[in-house]
């Protein structure tokens, strides 16, 4: 059934309901012949004529269109926002649960930006819990339907953002660069710089290094001409990475440190969180840095992701950074509960970061003398890196797991994790 359609049957059902003929409807206002066509679908009635059946007929005007009562209509945008408030506040199983309760609603069904927004929500949700193959299924169904032009550009961030995570970084990159147009691109927002820099992260993960370097200026250019500390915020801490990748360590923190200052004046508590744990993953890397301040930063990391919406994967990584300060500070303990608790929070195998925290738990063991233990974590990044794709990261990944064997007495090990290394790298 139309639109037309469900509004002349409300119409219809409500007016036999009272007890009144179409005549009596009608009257003044409007012809018989006219609530007659609207009742069976053949006329749109007007908003003005809407409102005006809605008073005759002494019921909500939310309900002939959308078939909702208006106490019902305040029902679902009060579950909506504890939903979206439990995804804010870290709450990920009780959010998804809310939006899974909202989207069995039957009365959600004529609601189409309501029934759009829980549907988003819980792609989020359920990429914040790590089931990132669904949360993909749910924004490939939710791209097909018609949305507003600012939803769609989130749901693409979404999408390409989620793919990455997911290591599928030719499908990241086509969401990335289909929603920016190319030589047709639409003028820059804060929301379209927001998908550059998303676009530009899967560039850093498949090894574009070249294109990163330049759309990483060409976001720095929008940013400076929009002003708006969001932009800034986006364009800068990608053009530190960026610049990381591509050996530029001075700048990298140059332009980390101006996206972080503004970030802490105008920036979300879970953005923040997240910012403050790249930041710290860069300084550990950068050879610039003091292993117990980075340290403390990172605790203070800890305790913000707990409290804040990250998904799985953030408070994964948030411990094996931990895990690498506590290592280089000679916390070895510390070191190996983190870097196991970070592994654990992971889907099993086929993550790098898993392969990360064993790397780390190889080298923390060893570092203690417990040589067994620190070759059998090592031999376990095999379980991680096997089902993925060959990457930049899948090579780098495996180089490091044959240093870690050179160093643990493996050379059949090392060989062989040299082998992979250059199969992922193309050589």
């Known amino acids: 059934m139309t639109t037309s359609d469900l509004v002349g049957l409300r119409i219809k059902t409500v007016r036999r309901q009272r ?64 939903a979206r408030l439990a995804l804010e506040n870290g709450e990920v199983a009780e959010a998804r649960t809310r939006f899974e309760e909202l989207l069995g609603n ?18 989020l949700a359920t990429e914040a819990a790590g089931d990132l193959d669904r949360a993909i299924s749910i924004l490939l169904k939710l791209r097909e339907e018609d949305l507003p032009p600012d939803r769609r550009i989130e749901v693409a961030i979404a999408l390409c953002r989620t793919y990455r995570e997911n290591e599928q970084l030719t499908e990241a990159v086509q969401v990335g660069e289909q929603m920016l147009g190319g030589n047709t691109r639409l003028a820059w927002t804060d929301l379209l710089v927001e998908m550059g820099a ?26 400076d001409a ?33 996206a972080m200052a503004v970030q802490l004046e105008t920036g979300q508590p879970r953005n923040i969180a997240r910012m403050r744990l790249a930041l710290a993953r860069k300084r550990l890397r950068s050879g610039m840095h003091d292993a117990l301040a980075v340290r403390d930063m990172l605790r203070t990391a800890v305790a913000e992701f707990e409290q804040t919406s990250t998904s799985t994967i953030d408070r994964a990584r948030v411990h094996v950074e931990l895990a690498c300060a506590e290592y280089m500070s000679r916390g070895l303990d510390e070191a190996a509960k983190h870097a196991m608790t970070g592994r654990d929070l992971l889907p099993e195998f086929g993550h790098s970061l898993g392969a990360e925290a064993n790397l780390l738990l190889g080298r923390i063991y060893n570092a203690a003398g417990r040589a067994e233990e620190a070759h059998q974590h090592v031999t376990a990044v095999n379980d991680w890196l096997a089902p993925l794709p060959d990457s930049r990261n899948s090579a780098s990944m495996w180089y490091a797991a044959a240093e870690t064997m050179e ?21």
């Not at 309501?114 to 988003?120: G, H, K, P, V, Y």
């Not at 498949?206 to 060409?218: P, S, T, V």
């Not at 160093?407 to 060989?415: I, K």
């Open 19 to 82: 007890g009144l003929s179409q005549a009596q409807l009608a009257h003044p206002e409007l012809s018989d012949s006219y609530v007659s066509l609207i009742e069976s679908g053949k006329r749109t009635p007007t908003p003005a004529v809407l409102e005006l059946l809605a008073q005759k007929l002494d019921c909500s005007l939310s309900y002939l269109i959308n078939g909702v009562t208006a106490e019902q209509m305040e029902d679902i945008e009060l579950a909506l926002g504890y």
């Open 106 to 123: 039957s009365s959600l069904t004529g609601l189409a930006a309501l029934r759009q927004d829980a549907e988003f929500g819980l792609a």
């Open 198 to 223: 998303t676009l530009l992260a899967a560039y850093l993960e498949r090894g574009d290094l070249l294109r990163a370097r330049q759309f990483a200026a060409e976001l720095l250019n929008a940013a």
């Open 226 to 258: 929009l002003g708006t500390p969001r932009s800034i915020v986006a364009s800068n801490w990608m053009a530190s990475n960026a610049a990381h990748a591509t050996g530029h360590n001075d700048e990298a923190l140059i332009f980390a440190e101006r």
């Open 407 to 427: 160093e643990l007495g493996d050379p059949d090990g090392a060989v062989e994790a040299y082998q992979r290394a250059l199969a992922c790298a193309g050589l």
